[in-house]
């Protein structure tokens, strides 16, 4: 027969587990209705009322979260200015990192690491124009204002500029994209494709 | 017993006799209906020699036997007679979706033999087996859009008329055939013309039988729809959105939060139409904001389609600015259905600057210029027209091929300005073949003939054109190299093949679709990055014959290809791959003779077969690799300073294309010298009876 002692320290282990888990809902909570509304969420939203978490144990929670095996849709990333947290249930990975990048107003590294991508994986130059469009919604004097950021910095140089015969302005990187291909493609998006739709 | 997914019958209708007839759908089982149904009874009694306008040539509208059986995307009509515009006048096939084929169906018929030549306009009316030929002296002369008002109103408002325009009465080798206000069917609107046949309307009261168990087909059906992307199975969208990985500019699937059918009363939110929820489909396509740009999204009332299509492609424009050239304020249509008046607007439209050609400018040119079209009933060559009239208007051709008094009646200021109302003028003088001008509506080949059009013509890749036998490119080098390249040579007008096209657009990265191109032909190899060729292989000869052969299949089940096959599908977890056997599954629940994926194959090639020894027998000869499979020199020396398979030219290699031609020849078991069928092959396809009659003529190679 277990001793009143024992009996009461299982009942606090007990207490503390359900605290525990409860804690653990909360911050799954906060994230997954952030997200369902694709917002973000930051580690300092922890310090936060509902959640309320002391500066020394927030880390600590939240690996905990990202162990729980029911929690596995949680992605979190490390931003410039904060940790970002979201649910890849409502917000895709790479439309996550997209925000991360919008929320730290690194509209730089937002533009380069869209347009390298686009080169890489598809491959495919990059339309300016899509700056403008939502999630990213640059105003036309911060696109251009990025855009001549790029060639100040060395290690943006793969980025290059490619028109097609009606103007309109593309950005393709070099490191995936040879010109002459990048030029081809560019044409074909842009003109060549609404003549043989 | 009674058939399911066929009705079992086919209406033969004499119009020199009068006689009307039926016959035993399940006869052409082997050919699995609408393409295949048309192919073979042209085979069987259409003889070489005949012109199209002649009685003697038959037209055949015919569905398959998905059609009516609510399989998505299923409300097709295929129609097959010998081709006015072809050199050879060589057996084509048009196709129009809308609701025609399905109302034929629940008549009981599957499909509509056309021969002979009426007296008199007629009229065909259909309701179930009530078929009697109809005075058509009303509507004769009149515009497609009143004809189908007039007839539906006399057949009751269930009931579908597809009808011929003035271009069609007048033979014009461009003319269409059209059922509902935008659903056409390019080339064969002169074949009816020429029997004296303004339209047929078609009404029925009988179902569509399936064989499968109900729930059975439910649940196919089911996970057919989780499958299904955007038009053109597109399954990335068009800008990023929350939930997608992938996003691509060219995608169909503009659906996006604050996205609206801007005139719907009250506007319509596509909201972001996330994959899984499958009440959104029908919102991914919001096509007029991507045929015309932003400036159509408050012009939307919403988008319509064919039967059966969750998707629906063709955007319903309410814009009153036309009006104010005295049509209606309300147009439908889609893609180059709208573009290709738009194109005949060779100096630009009067608001298009450099980078902006989604201007309203262009918005309401293409809206007038569809309803003047669709009305007269011209077709456009897949868009050639406009660049046949360039040529000729950019070489002074027309100011001395045309009488001067009818080339000062022309009002080039119109053209010159921008001014759309030019448009009104031009399609009222093709369609009523009013001078020397309206040749530009006998089409390419002919035109160049009787025009003297220079080597140039042909040659420079501005004027489009693919084949010497006068069709343009249709996804052609510019889609998967030598795939796009050799497909475009099989046909005796463009294409109209989409199956490779709806892969290589589908939006997903070059790794993931060439992982999922090695999975069905055999290799990556199948598939090149866009503008980034190598040479050819035999993997994409197998992606070049299952991309016809399903483009085949699709036209006799009859399937959209606009939409079909599901090779790929929106769903992440399923890493973007669709199903491939879905084509059979349908054919065989809904027919109840048990089909695999292979055997449903073999029937297309069969088919695919038959018009091969058909056109053979049109054009004289058994060299096809020399005599049909050509293409202008356009695709081979364009970008002179580029070889080809170099990064950044599309141009193709002579040698490598013929290699491109032998290979795809030899998936096809067609002899690798000539291209022609060996009978062998013939023999395999069930169709020795083709084998006999191409020896006897000499066509069989040796
Ligand atoms: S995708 Fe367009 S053409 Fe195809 S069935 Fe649907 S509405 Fe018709």
């Known amino acids: 027969m277990n001793s009143n002692k024992e009996q009461q320290g299982h009942l606090k282990d007990a207490v503390e587990q359900v605290e525990e888990k409860e804690i653990l809902e909360i911050l799954y909570e906060i994230i997954a209705e952030n997200s369902r509304e694709i917002k973000l969420t930051k580690r300092s939203d922890f310090l936060e009322e509902p959640a309320s978490l002391q500066e020394e144990e927030v880390e600590e929670k939240i690996n905990e979260l990202m162990d729980v095996k029911d929690y596995q849709d949680i992605i979190r990333i490390k931003g410039k200015k904060d940790d970002y947290l979201f649910s890849e249930e409502y917000i895709d990975k790479n439309y996550g990192e997209i925000l991360i990048k919008l929320e730290d107003n690194d509209l730089l590294t937002l533009m380069v690491d869209t347009v390298r991508r686009e080169s890489k994986i598809y491959p495919r130059p990059t339309d300016i124009r899509l700056f403008k469009k939502a999630p990213f919604n640059f105003t036309a004097d911060t696109l251009e204002k990025v855009k001549g950021e790029l060639q100040k910095h060395e290690e943006f140089q793969d980025i290059k500029e490619q028109k097609a015969s009606n103007g309109a302005v593309y950005l393709y990187s070099d490191k995936f994209l040879q010109h002459k291909q990048a030029k081809s493609l560019t044409e074909w998006v842009e003109v060549l494709q609404r003549q043989m739709p | 017993m009674a058939t399911t997914g066929w009705t079992g019958k086919i209406l033969r209708v004499n119009l020199s006799s009068g006689s009307i007839t039926t016959e035993d759908t399940l006869k052409y089982k082997e050919f699995i209906g609408g393409m295949g149904?048309?192919?073979?009874?042209?085979?069987?009694?259409?003889?070489?020699?005949?012109?199209?306008?002649?009685?003697?040539?038959?037209?055949?509208?015919?569905?398959?036997?998905?059609?009516?059986?609510?399989?998505?995307?299923?409300?097709?009509?295929?129609?097959?007679?010998?081709?006015?515009?072809?050199?050879?006048?060589?057996?084509?096939?048009?196709?129009?979706?809308?609701?025609?084929?399905?109302?034929?169906?629940?008549?009981?018929?599957?499909?509509?033999?056309?021969?002979?030549?009426?007296?008199?306009?007629?009229?065909?009316?259909?309701?179930?087996?009530?078929?009697?030929?109809?005075?058509?002296?009303?509507?004769?002369?009149?515009?497609?859009?009143?004809?189908?008002?007039?007839?539906?109103?006399?057949?009751?408002?269930?009931?579908?008329?597809?009808?011929?325009?003035?271009?069609?009465?007048?033979?014009?080798?461009?003319?269409?055939?059209?059922?509902?206000?935008?659903?056409?069917?390019?080339?064969?609107?002169?074949?009816?013309?020429?029997?004296?046949?303004?339209?047929?309307?078609?009404?029925?009261?009988?179902?569509?039988?399936?064989?499968?168990?109900?729930?059975?087909?439910?649940?196919?059906?089911?996970?057919?729809?989780?499958?299904?992307?955007?038009?053109?199975?597109?399954?990335?969208?068009?800008?990023?959105?929350?939930?997608?990985?992938?996003?691509?500019?060219?995608?169909?699937?503009?659906?996006?939060?604050?996205?609206?059918?801007?005139?719907?009363?009250?506007?319509?939110?596509?909201?972001?139409?996330?994959?899984?929820?499958?009440?959104?489909?029908?919102?991914?396509?919001?096509?007029?904001?991507?045929?015309?740009?932003?400036?159509?999204?408050?012009?939307?009332?919403?988008?319509?389609?064919?039967?059966?299509?969750?998707?629906?492609?063709?955007?319903?424009?309410?814009?009153?600015?036309?009006?104010?050239?005295?049509?209606?304020?309300?147009?439908?249509?889609?893609?180059?259905?709208?573009?290709?008046?738009?194109?005949?607007?060779?100096?630009?439209?009067?608001?298009?600057?450099?980078?902006?050609?989604?201007?309203?400018?262009?918005?309401?040119?293409?809206?007038?210029?569809?309803?003047?079209?669709?009305?007269?009933?011209?077709?456009?060559?897949?868009?050639?027209?406009?660049?046949?009239?360039?040529?000729?208007?950019?070489?002074?051709?027309?100011?001395?091929?045309?009488?001067?008094?009818?080339?000062?009646?022309?009002?080039w200021d119109l053209l010159e300005a921008g001014d759309p109302k030019f448009l009104v003028d031009f399609y009222r003088r093709l369609a009523y073949k009013e001078g020397e001008l309206s040749h530009l509506g006998d089409s390419a080949y002919w035109i160049a003939k009787r025009w003297d059009f220079g080597d140039d013509y042909w040659n420079d890749a501005k004027y489009g054109l693919w084949s010497p036998l006068g069709f343009p490119r249709h996804h052609s080098n510019e889609t998967a190299g030598q795939v796009g390249a050799v497909i475009s040579c099989m046909f005796n007008r463009d294409a109209q093949c989409h199956t490779h096209i709806n892969f290589t657009g589908s939006g997903l990265p070059i790794d993931l679709q060439r992982e999922i191109a090695g999975e069905i032909w055999g290799s990556p190899e199948a598939l090149d990055p866009p503008a980034d060729y190598t040479p050819m292989n035999e993997y994409k000869a197998k992606f070049a014959k299952f991309s016809i052969i399903r483009n085949i299949l699709h036209d006799s089940l009859t399937l959209c290809n606009w939409m079909w096959p599901m090779v790929l599908s929106p769903l992440k977890e399923r890493g973007y791959r669709g199903d491939t056997s879905l084509e059979a599954k349908f054919f065989s629940m809904a027919t109840g003779y048990e089909t695999s994926e292979e055997e449903l194959d073999l029937a297309g090639e069969r088919i695919f077969t038959l018009h091969r020894a058909m056109t053979m027998k049109q054009m004289g000869t058994m060299d096809m690799r020399n005599k049909h499979d050509l293409m202008t020199d356009w695709i081979f020396d364009a970008d002179p300073e580029e070889e080809p398979f170099t990064p950044g030219t599309v141009k193709m290699d002579r040698e490598d294309m013929e290699l491109a031609k032998t290979l795809l020849y030899k998936e096809m078991g067609w002899d690798e010298t000539t291209g022609a069928p060996t009978r062998a092959t013939l023999e395999r396809l069930g169709m020795g009876y083709v084998a006999d009659e191409l020896e006897e003529k000499g066509f069989l190679p040796g």
Request: with cysteine; proline share 5%; net charge negative.
């Open chain 2, 37 to 411: 149904i048309g192919y073979k009874v042209m085979w069987d009694e259409v003889p070489e020699g005949t012109h199209p306008f002649d009685p003697e040539n038959k037209i055949i509208f015919a569905a398959g036997p998905l059609t009516g059986t609510g399989v998505p995307c299923s409300g097709r009509t295929n129609i097959t007679s010998l081709l006015p515009t072809n050199p050879y006048h060589a057996i084509s096939d048009s196709h129009m979706g809308g609701h025609f084929s399905v109302r034929m169906k629940y008549g009981g018929w599957d499909g509509i033999i056309i021969e002979g030549k009426a007296s008199k306009p007629v009229w065909l009316r259909i309701e179930n087996d009530d078929v009697t030929i109809e005075d058509a002296s009303h509507v004769w002369g009149k515009g497609i859009f009143e004809t189908n008002a007039v007839l539906t109103e006399e057949m009751g408002k269930e009931a579908v008329v597809a009808a011929i325009g003035q271009a069609g009465e007048n033979l014009v080798n461009m003319s269409v055939i059209i059922n509902g206000a935008s659903h056409s069917a390019g080339g064969h609107g002169g074949v009816l013309g020429s029997k004296n046949l303004k339209a047929i309307g078609v009404n029925g009261n009988q179902s569509v039988g399936i064989a499968a168990d109900r729930k059975e087909w439910l649940e196919l059906d089911k996970y057919m729809m989780s499958l299904i992307g955007a038009n053109n199975q597109h399954v990335v969208p068009n800008a990023p959105q929350p939930w997608a990985e992938y996003h691509n500019p060219g995608s169909r699937w503009t659906g996006k939060k604050d996205l609206y059918w801007g005139a719907a009363n009250p506007p319509v939110e596509t909201g972001e139409c996330d994959p899984k929820d499958m009440n959104s489909v029908g919102l991914r396509t919001q096509k007029a904001v991507f045929d015309h740009g932003e400036v159509a999204e408050k012009h939307t009332v919403r988008m319509g389609g064919c039967h059966s299509c969750p998707v629906r492609c063709h955007s319903q424009l309410h814009i009153p600015k036309l009006e104010e050239y005295g049509y209606s304020a309300n147009v439908t249509n889609t893609c180059v259905g709208y573009f290709s008046p738009g194109a005949v607007m060779i100096n630009g439209i009067y608001d298009q600057d450099e980078d902006n050609t989604r201007t309203e400018g262009a918005m309401i040119t293409r809206g007038l210029g569809a309803q003047l079209a669709d009305d007269y009933g011209m077709w456009c060559n897949y868009m050639q027209l406009g660049r046949d009239f360039l040529y000729a208007y950019e070489n002074g051709i027309l100011e001395k091929v045309l009488p001067e008094e009818e080339y000062n009646s022309i009002e």
